[in-house]
Each structure stands twice: as structure tokens, then as C-alpha cells.
């Protein structure tokens, strides 16, 4: 079991976690509407909840959100973001869809890194609704889906440390697929660094895949020195978490000052025809 020696701390909150949760927080939304229970999975967990330490990251991310005025106009999903982003810890993406999710719902949860499992499992340990383990995350798609819930949310939000990460993902998701054809899964995906991220989406877009939804936020201007350009695909979406997203990464490039661009990667009865909108 390879441990690799990247620990999320120091990038908590920061302007990428706020696009990955804001969509996160769109799309439990929309899925818990449904009275039928929910099954989450994430394949790279975390530690749960992070201290924002002065000088981080976050500065960029969530704290220049809390910072913005009028917030009581804030999109239903940056609302909820930020109420469960209170005081100096920040929500992982655990941690959010533990607040999230209903009592009849269920939570597993994978993480390699030995002190992030360890510290994601006491953050849990009162919650019976969630399974931490310390697993490859790829393989959980492979032993656990379909879910006996029938209905379910995949979080895929690797570091992509490794230089194989967009071929494994690309595997995990084509076999994930093929289980589980009707679940939702958000992949989050660097747009700048080592990743071959146009690669990454041409190999995905040729695994002909369900309807994706996709949406970037790229900073701009000398206050997000050091930020980091990403994107989220949302695979199968719900049909009433679409228009949140779109205008909860609206209102974050308004307020935090970054460009933002959203669209079908995969429109719906087009599997075969993707667009550039993630770039």
C-alpha cells in the first residue's frame, strides 16, 4: 500500500475547495430531495476538518467569501457552504456531506495517508451512518457499486501526485460506469500543474459517459497569488442541482475575482460529442 506524502492542511479552503464544495453542497441539495435513501462515496477522503492556520491558502478561498458582503443573497449552495464553514476549522468534503445527508442515508469513506485516516476517523466515530476506511479509494468503485441504496454520490478528489492519477481515474470511472451507470459522481480536477488535464478530458469524453456537467474558476489578479485554476465534472447531475451550481460559480468569480465557466462537457443523448468548457 503506497502512502503518498501529500496532506491537504496548508490548502484548506482555498479557492479550488470552495468550487468543489459548492457543488457538493448543490448536489446533496438536489439529491436529498428525494424521500429514497442516499448512499456517498469518496475515494480520497481526507482528514475531515482542517484548523485554518493564519497565512494559508484559504485567505483566497473561503475566507475572502466570508469577507464579501451580503451574504443573506449568497446562492442556496454558497450558503451552505459557508454555514458549514464556521470559526478557524474548515469542512472537509466528509464532513460536509455528514451535515448534508439524512439519518437513513450512508457514508464510505476512503483514505490512505495514516494520520489524515486516523484523524477522519475520530472526526466520525459518533456518526453511524459512515464507514472510514483506509482502502484505495479506485477499488471501492469496483466492490460497492451499484449500492443496495440503488441511489448514490461518488466524490472523486484525488491529489494527482501520482503521474498515473488520470489514467486510474479514467480506468475507475469507465468500470465505475459500467456497475453503476445511473450514479452521480463529481470528479474535481487541477487545470494547471502536472496534469494533462486536456487529455484527461478527451480520454473521458471517449468512454462515451453519461450527461457531465462542467464548471471552472480561474483566479485572476495579484490578490490569488499562488491559487490554483480548477474544474469539477458532475456526471448524471441532478436535473435541479444544475442551475445552482451555475449561478453559485457566478456568484464565487463575482466575489472572490476570478473568470468562471460552466457547460456540458457531455450533453445529454450526445456521450459522444464533449466540449471544451472545463478548460
Known amino acids: 500500500m503506497k502512502v503518498l506524502s501529500y496532506r491537504h492542511g496548508y490548502h484548506a479552503g482555498n479557492l479550488a475547495d470552495v468550487l468543489k464544495h459548492t457543488a457538493l453542497c448543490a448536489v446533496l441539495s438536489a439529491a436529498t430531495s428525494k424521500a429514497a435513501p442516499l448512499f456517498y462515496l469518496e475515494t480520497h477522503a481526507g482528514a475531515g476538518r482542517y484548523r485554518l492556520e493564519p497565512g494559508g491558502e484559504h485567505t483566497c478561498g473561503i475566507g475572502a467569501l466570508k469577507a464579501a458582503a451580503e451574504h443573506r443573497n449568497a446562492p442556496a449552495a454558497v450558503a451552505t457552504l459557508l454555514d458549514c464553514a464556521v470559526g478557524d ?34 472526526e466520525l466515530a459518533k456518526d453511524s451512518r459512515a464507514t472510514v476506511v483506509r482502502e484505495d479509494g479506485y477499488a471501492l468503485l469496483r466492490s460497492h ?15 494527482y501526485e501520482r503521474a498515473d492519477e488520470g489514467a486510474r481515474l479514467i480506468d475507475a470511472l469507465k468500470d465505475a460506469l459500467v456497475r453503476f451507470g445511473h450514479g452521480t459522481y463529481l470528479v474535481w480536477l487541477p487545470l494547471e500543474g502536472k496534469l494533462d488535464h486536456r487529455r484527461l478530458q478527451h480520454d473521458f469524453v471517449t468512454l462515451a459517459p453519461p450527461k457531465t456537467f462542467a464548471m471552472s474558476l480561474t483566479p485572476t489578479g495579484p490578490q490569488h497569488s499562488g491559487a490554483l485554476a480548477s474544474a469539477v465534472w458532475v456526471v448524471n447531475p441532478p436535473f435541479q442541482a444544475v442551475a445552482p451550481m451555475e449561478g453559485a460559480v457566478r456568484y ?18 450526445s456521450a459522444a460529442r464533449g466540449s471544451a468548457h472545463a478548460d
Open 89 to 122: 476549522r474548515y469542512p472537509g468534503s466528509p464532513a460536509i456531506a455528514a451535515r448534508l445527508l439524512r439519518t437513513d442515508d450512508r457514508l464510505l469513506l476512503a483514505e490512505l495517508h495514516p494520520a489524515d485516516f486516523a484523524q477522519l476517523r475520530k
Open 145 to 159: 457499486l451499484p449500492p443496495r441504496e440503488r441511489r448514490g454520490v461518488v466524490l472523486i478528489d484525488p491529489n
Open 252 to 269: 464565487l468569480a463575482e466575489r472572490l475575482r476570478g473568470n468562471a465557466h460552466t457547460g456540458w462537457l457531455v450533453p445529454e443523448h
